[in-house]
């Protein structure tokens, strides 16, 4: 059975930092691909980041991009959103699911179309709340 489990939320002021995990269990880091959602109250849930456990390539959408780094530990089946210059609009819960697809080929596709769907991926964590003060 697939598990994700996010961890690493909590209270922070504008400007510092967070770094979230997000655990996997259930199968192996083959050619798959962990992507962070966050939904903030009201609001769709926004697809910010994602990576391929192949070779490591990586999104990032432009509210995100040059503050948020994505990484995988693949021995340890754990993927880490570190989260830079954290800014109030940043509030939400943040989620870690799975794509069970070629994640070289999904990491192409979303770079290309600059956009990531919550409708392509099949596994979700709970969720974790970052809460960012100003």
């Known amino acids: 059975e697939v598990q994700l489990v996010e961890s690493g939320g909590g209270l922070v002021q504008a400007g510092g930092s967070l770094r979230l995990s997000c655990a996997a269990s259930?199968?192996?880091?083959?050619?798959?691909?962990i992507g962070w959602f966050r939904q903030a109250p009201g609001k769709e849930r926004e697809g910010i980041s994602c990576i391929s456990t192949a070779d490591g390539s990586t999104y990032y959408s432009d509210s995100v991009k040059g503050r948020f780094t994505i990484s995988s530990d693949n021995a340890k089946n754990t993927v880490y959103l570190q989260m830079n210059s954290l800014k109030p609009e940043d509030t939400a819960v943040y989620y870690c699911?799975?794509?069970?697809?070629?994640?070289?080929?999904?990491?192409?596709?979303?770079?290309?179309?600059?956009?990531?769907?919550?409708?392509?991926?099949?596994?979700w964590g709970k969720g974790t709340q970052v809460t960012v003060s100003s």
């Open positions: 699911a799975l794509y069970q697809g070629s994640g070289i080929v999904l990491l192409a596709t979303v770079q290309a179309l600059g956009i990531m769907s919550p409708k392509i991926f099949g596994s």
């Open positions: 259930g199968f192996t880091f083959d050619n798959y691909a």
